[in-house]
């Protein structure tokens, strides 16, 4: 080889594994991987500003770490330069140092810094505000913050001319980036102190006509004490009703009882007969459907007025929200609509309106499983010891009215066993040779196959089962306590594959270009890589405003962002979002290859396959675990405290980390979460002779309630017992964690030729 070629090459490597490197540093640092950090950089003696990095977050956030370590770092990260301790002359040496902004962790540096300074007053007023406008003003949510602390800053020390004057000179790209609520409030702010109060409140009253601003309270604030306490008395209705649900309850009162806002007040805009409509729900629910009445000709949308019957009935107020649905929604199709007309019928007792708007409002969305209970409880009600079941027209209506979905489950196997008890055999053999189809990848298709063994051991699978997709659905119906999957592996499925599903992961992928095309979206992705979520989806969302981008579009780009900076969370949730937009089963076997891997991904795969190993947990057990319990997020806290990964509560942590003699941990840190979870659940699965149905309602709802349950419940069937579980929680997790182990284990299974 050439002299030059060998120098090439070897170029080439070096820069490659450097890439690599970055990658294994910023997944680190994403993944709150701090065991990990502080073996691979603490004791190195030369690191780069990543590694610096990643050390600052370390000691930020590790219990364990040295807090005061955190800013040393930092300073490295935006100079390049080392130093002993951070203090107050190297505070104030940043203000001459020539600062470079170009990558993510510099800009974090730079703002951990001056929150450091601020908090430590190592810098005058003045001359933090000197230090904030050495900062660009980019497409970055950074930057947007910085300038918003400028603006509080600035208003604060009484600039308010110069604050202005900053603003004013701004270019309109540069203002439509600093288009915040906080950014216009000190503008508003700015001139109402320098007596210009015509300018003054036109901003005020702007932040107040945009949702999306916020800043309410702070601006009603300002202008009571501009205008004085009751100024909002002598405003018009169009000026008043975007105050009046910001107002304290005596003083809504008030507007009602006096008559200065009253429901025979008239309204041109929608959106202000919705406010206003919200805010007479409160305070004069009676008149609620006059005033939509006189506003007939510019009512809000379907959804706003489902919106405010909904509220009606929170507030008890259901014959109320029932003649509002009756005279304006009658003709609607939204799904809330349906929801409330169930929920008033239910309040009112009357069964067969229930149950008709309970199926319609499933058609629409099958997902709710408040509601699939619901109708479950109305078909097979149970009355003492026994079941009633409904006529057979109930069940014709709810099949056909409940879409095929994995949720569609416990329908079809209630209505099993309906045919069962009414001797209906040859119903029964016709449903069982096909039940898959109607919900695949449910955990009940497990359940029919062990509760109906006999039957189906008599039915017959087709010869061929990959001749069409009918006869693919008779096989697996009839073999599905079997191995069915196995002898699937390397054959060609592509025939099984909905054309839907192959769209949507088409479109996902579209989705990539236009990311790497938007400057706002390719900041998102370079916060997400370093596992800034807020701020990554902070800038997402400005560019949605901006755009007015759809609902359908903005899931798709969310879930490339996922794709894009290797945040799993992200790209498994939105997926999950549009399969059930698109009403897609999650069953693996129906499903492309890019839509499998996002829906059921493995991260932390090593860390995984060694903690399976050590303590006898087959693999997909601990990702169907995980998947439930936080969706991949490293950093997940439930409102019980429950924490990382498998979310271990800090008292089970305490034990397990004495049992696996482990002294320094986070149960954020994947190292940790995984292992500690992985005990957890083997210590129950050798409680529950290895069933994971047993040992997941016990991981979920504790083992001490799960014995109290099983004492007063179980009969000596698990199906049984699992349906006449108290707790709907984790019944709910049961089903879901047994659907998420087939789908992992299926595609183990799959993926073993």
């Not at 010869?463 to 997709?469: D, E, G, M, Y």
Request: aromatic share 14%; net charge positive.
């Amino acid at each position: 080889m050439p002299m030059f070629l060998k120098i090439l090459s070897l170029f080439i490597f070096s820069v490659t594994v450097s890439v690599f490197a970055d990658e294994n540093i910023y997944n680190d640092i994403k993944t709150l991987s701090w065991k990990k950090i502080n073996r691979n950089f603490n004791s190195k003696k030369k690191i780069n500003r990543l590694e610096a990095f990643a050390l600052a977050r370390y000691h930020e956030s590790y219990d364990y770490g040295t807090r005061s370590r955190a800013p040393v770092y930092y300073y490295s990260v935006l100079t390049g330069k080392k130093i002993s301790s951070f203090h107050s002359g190297i505070a104030k040496s940043l203000l001459k140092e020539e600062l470079d902004f170009e990558s993510i962790p510099s800009r974090l540096a730079f703002q951990k810094l001056f929150h450091e300074i601020s908090k430590r007053k190592y810098l005058s007023k003045s001359e933090q505000i000197d230090l904030l406008r050495k900062f660009p003003i980019l497409t970055d949510p950074i930057s947007v913050s910085l300038y918003e602390e400028l603006a509080s800053l600035m208003a604060k020390t009484g600039k308010y001319a110069a604050y202005l004057n900053m603003y004013n000179k701004f270019s309109q790209e540069e203002k439509e980036i600093l288009n915040t609520s906080k950014i216009a409030y000190y503008r508003a702010y700015s001139y109402w102190k320098l007596k210009k109060l015509e300018k003054s409140e036109s901003i005020y009253y702007q932040i107040l006509k945009e949702p999306h601003f916020g800043m309410g309270r702070e601006v009603l604030f300002d202008l009571k004490s501009m205008k004085g306490k009751n100024f909002y008395k002598k405003l018009n209705p169009e000026e008043l009703v975007y105050l009046i649900n910001l107002l304290p309850k005596n003083e809504q009162r008030d507007l009602v009882k006096k008559e200065i806002f009253s429901p025979t007040v008239s309204l041109e805009d929608p959106k202000q007969v919705y406010l206003a409509a919200k805010f007479f729900v409160k305070r004069a629910p009676s008149s609620v459907l006059g005033f939509l009445r006189s506003h007939k000709k510019n009512l809000p949308g379907d959804l706003e007025l489902a919106y405010i019957s909904e509220q009606l009935i929170h507030s008890g107020e259901v014959k109320k929200a029932l003649a509002i649905q009756n005279e304006f929604l009658k003709s609607s199709g939204e799904a809330l609509v349906f929801k409330n007309y169930a929920r008033i019928y239910r309040k009112l007792k009357s069964g067969e309106n229930f149950f008709n708007y309970v199926l319609k409002y499933l058609s629409l969305y099958p997902y709710d499983l408040v509601y699939n209970d619901y109708l479950i409880d109305y078909l097979a009600e149970s009355k003492s010891r026994s079941i009633v079941y409904a006529g057979e027209k109930y069940w014709d209506m709810a099949l056909s009215s409940v879409p095929d979905l994995p949720v569609k489950g416990r329908l079809i196997y209630w209505y099993l066993r309906y045919l069962k008890y009414s001797g209906k055999t040859e119903k029964l053999n016709d449903m069982l040779s096909k039940y898959y189809g109607f919900c695949s990848g449910s955990y009940y298709t497990g359940v029919i196959a062990e509760e109906f063994k006999k039957e189906l051991q008599a039915l017959s699978p087709p010869a061929n089962p990959l001749s069409s997709k009918e006869e693919f659905i008779q096989y697996i119906s009839i073999k599905q306590s079997t191995d069915y999957v196995t002898p699937l592996s390397g054959k060609n499925l592509d025939f099984l594959i909905s054309p839907e599903s192959k769209e949507m992961e088409a479109k996902i992928n579209e989705s990539h270009t236009l990311i790497n095309s938007n400057p706002w979206l390719k900041t998102s992705v370079e916060y997400l890589r370093v596992g800034q979520f807020n701020e990554g989806i902070y800038n997402a969302h400005r560019y949605f405003h901006k755009e007015n981008v759809e609902e359908r579009l903005k899931n798709q780009i969310l879930v490339g962002l996922g794709d894009l900076s290797n945040y799993t969370y992200l790209s498994l949730f939105y997926t999950r979002l549009l399969m059930k937009i698109n009403r897609i089963s999650d069953d693996i076997l129906f499903l492309p290859k890019g839509i499998v891997e996002r829906l059921y991904p493995t991260p932390h795969l090593e860390l995984v396959k060694i903690n399976s190993a050590k303590f006898g947990v087959e693999k997909p057990i601990v990702y169907a675990i995980m998947r439930q319990e936080s969706f991949f997020r490293e950093n997940a806290k439930s409102p019980a405290n429950a924490r990382g990964l498998m979310q271990v509560m800090p008292r089970t942590g305490r034990f397990l980390a004495k049992s696996l003699k482990v002294s320094q941990y986070s149960l954020h840190d994947p190292e940790v979460s995984i292992q500690f979870g992985t005990k957890f659940l083997a210590d129950l699965l050798k409680n529950y002779n290895n069933q994971l149905r047993w040992a997941s309602i016990a991981y979920n709802g504790g083992p001490g309630n799960l014995r109290k349950w099983k004492r007063r419940h179980y009969k000596g069937d698990f199906n049984h017992f699992l349906e006449e579980l108290p707790s709907k929680e984790s019944r709910d997790y049961c089903r879901i964690i047994i659907s998420n182990y087939i789908n992992y284990r299926n595609l183990d299974r799959l993926n073993s030729n």
